[in-house]
């Protein structure tokens, strides 16, 4: 399967995946790639692979990468030989992306599954992009401006978890209902890359 986890920065998708990992073994999580600087903390080729503009736009030329988008100024984008190389493994695979990129899967893999990760406010929302500390002020309200698109376009997805404030254990265990659901489909989901 593969499966896209989406939804607006500072909706928790890091900490979903974080126990997602602890889950079933035969799992991929993909190392997306972007052109953001790492913050403190971030291993390359661990939290994602940092590439400079023009690397990454000559990966983007020769379709290296499966799909991309621009966000907040940035390239992020989805190396194609990780997606394909793990499924053909026989392995299930989590996507962590924005919804401009989750719109992107729908169109060339319309078997994947694509769940929503939603704040159960923006007010929430906005209270925990101000304690991660990870952006300044100016980046910060971008990223909540963005967040109010995306949040409309929850109705595109599958499905919906709301991960509420000291709830993380619920949104996990509504993803592993929908992946253990999915996986009893009488037809399966079958995602074919060209
Ligand atoms: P951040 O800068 O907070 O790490 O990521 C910004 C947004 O880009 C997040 O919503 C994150 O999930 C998303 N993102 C990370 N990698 C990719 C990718 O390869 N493609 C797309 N479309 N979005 C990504």
Redesign the pocket.
Same mark, same amino acid.
């Given at each position: 399967m593969l499966i896209v986890l /989406?939804g607006?920065?500072g909706a928790g998708?890091d900490s979903v995946i974080e126990e997602l990992r602890k889950g079933d073994g035969n799992r991929h999580f993909v190392v997306? #790639?972007?052109t953001?600087p790492p913050r403190p903390g971030e291993t390359n080729g661990v939290d %994602?692979i940092f590439l400079d503009e023009a690397t990454f736009l000559e990966m983007r030329r020769n379709q290296e990468l499966l799909? /991309? #988008?621009q %966000?907040?100024g940035?390239w %992020?984008?989805?190396p194609r030989s990780q997606v394909s190389g793990a499924l053909n493994e026989g392995r299930d695979v989590f996507l962590?992306?924005?919804v401009?990129?989750a719109e992107t899967i729908r169109s060339i893999a319309p078997e994947a599954v694509l769940v929503f990760l939603a704040p159960a406010s923006v007010a929430e929302l906005a209270r925990r992009l101000a304690q991660r500390r990870t952006e300044d002020p100016a980046e910060l309200q971008r990223r909540l401006d963005i967040a109010r698109q995306e949040l409309e376009q929850v109705g595109r997805y599958d499905y919906c978890v709301v991960n509420r404030d000291g709830c993380l254990d619920q949104a996990v265990s509504e993803i592993e209902a929908i992946i253990a659901a999915e996986k009893c489909r009488v037809e399966p989901r079958r995602v074919v890359l060209d």
């Open positions: /989406s607006p920065s998708k997306t #790639a972007t953001r %994602y799909e /991309s #988008a %966000y907040s940035r %992020y984008g989805v962590k992306i924005e401009q990129g």
